[in-house]
């Protein structure tokens, strides 16, 4: 089973930003289609972004789209979440994913712990 690890959650005001990362301690990072999720209190956990194994394809929800962005650094098998003009329906446990095959056609296999990001207004 692969370890995937959030960090980069926090506190932050509406219109703030904030980077999530998320490392893995597999050595086959590169292979996998990877993508961003969300759960917030009481509500269903939600696709946030994705990207395939070479960064070169990406998919966004359209409550993100242009706020956010994810990338990847296959070289230090991290992933990311920039996260720009944040809102306060952004607050939500964040969690990293990895694909079982491509993103558009598979889901996730493996599931990080999640980091807490809560925008205040």
């Known amino acids: 089973q692969v370890q995937l690890v959030e960090s980069g959650g926090g506190l932050v005001q509406t219109g703030g930003s904030l980077r999530l990362s998320c490392t893995t301690s597999g050595r086959t990072f590169n292979h996998y289609d990877m993508g961003w999720f969300r759960q917030a209190p009481v509500k269903e956990r939600e696709f946030v972004a994705a990207?395939?194994?070479?960064?070169?394809?990406?998919q966004y929800a359209d409550s993100v789209k242009d706020r956010f962005t994810i990338s990847r650094d296959n070289a230090k098998n991290m992933m990311y979440l920039q996260m720009n003009n944040l809102k306060t329906e952004d607050t939500a446990v964040y969690y990293c994913?990895?694909?079982?095959?491509?993103?558009?056609?598979?889901?996730?296999?493996?599931w990080g712990q999640g980091t807490q990001v809560t925008v205040s207004s």
């Open positions: 990207l395939t194994w070479d960064g070169n394809m990406m």
């Open positions: 994913a990895r694909y079982s095959g491509l993103y558009y056609k598979t889901d996730p296999d493996n």
